[in-house]
């Protein structure tokens, strides 16, 4: 990140800005930070000026205590006026509710698009599974067990435990512990991990939900839902696609969504 502006609070941000036209930033999601989607932003680049930056706590960034949801709204805030003002979102999983979020909260966006919210109430059980997590992550994060809070999501994605416990040895472990504290920002971001259905009818600009075909059923139907129920949502399916979505199917929607003519 060659960039830094501030937040509302004080907070710097670190970010970077490749390529030309209107003016996208990318929201990374858990346990991520902007590198994280730098290969979708390399292939945005001839469409749009993509940004790419590290969300508070993470990476380049800084963070201020105490967190609060709103204080991420504002970082976007501030990242949308380095930019000149007029900028569209694009959030990956708990990013894309960041990216919901803001949009409702009438933060002056022209589109934004998410990519697989992994909104829990549309898997039997998810709602429950997803309160026994926070609750478990508070727990690790106050104790400063900071790998089992890695594993406590890392065993949310549905991870077999001899995947997680070959990840602890692999190289990637520590880099994954450092940002583990904002492991508890994401799960802010999604609350109760319900489709919040009042803040999305809220939602004025035109939004696209966008799944993968080879992802489970109910996170494709927490897509098509969520798009329903913004007035102007746009929902696509890709073919062979899962969570771990290949830049170069994604890209071309994104890029065709976002340069799109303004709605009207």
């Known amino acids: 990140m060659d960039k830094m502006t501030t937040s509302r609070d004080g907070t710097s941000l670190a970010y970077q800005v490749i390529g030309q036209g209107p003016a996208v930033i990318l929201v990374s999601g858990a346990l991520s930070t902007g590198g994280t989607l730098a290969p979708l932003a390399q292939l945005l680049a001839d469409a749009c000026t ?4 590290d969300r508070r706590g993470r990476g380049g960034s800084g963070d201020t205590a105490p967190y609060a949801v709103e204080r991420e709204v504002e970082d976007l805030a501030a990242l949308v006026a380095a930019v ?10 708990s990013g894309g509710a960041l990216v919901l979020r803001a949009a409702a909260s009438g933060l002056p966006v022209r589109r934004a698009a998410v990519y697989e919210v992994p909104y829990a109430d549309f898997v039997v059980g998810g709602a429950e599974r997803w309160a026994g997590y926070r609750k478990n ?14 594993a406590l999501f890392l065993r949310l994605t549905s991870l ?10 692999s190289p990637l472990w520590a880099g994954m512990e450092v940002v583990a504290p904002s492991l508890a920002y994401d ?27 080879a992802s489970p059923e109910w996170i494709r139907e927490a897509g098509r839902s969520a798009a329903a129920l913004v007035p102007h949502g746009t929902y696509v399916e890709l073919e062979k696609q899962t969570h771990a979505v290949e830049p170069p199917v994604l890209a071309p929607v994104l890029a065709d969504f976002f340069t799109g003519p303004p709605a009207g």
Do not use: Q, W
């Not at 077999?160 to 040895?169: D, V």
């Open 160 to 169: 077999a435990e001899e995947m997680i416990e070959r990840a602890r040895h």
């Open 84 to 93: 000149g003002g007029d900028a569209s979102l694009f959030g990956m999983s």
């Open 187 to 213: 799960a802010a971001v999604m609350e109760d991990g319900v489709l919040p259905l009042d803040r999305l009818t809220s939602v004025s600009v035109p939004v696209l939900s966008v799944t993968g075909g």
């Open 50 to 53: 993509v940004v790419v930056y």
């Open 137 to 150: 992550l508070d727990t690790a994060l106050a104790e400063g067990r900071r790998g089992d809070a890695v």
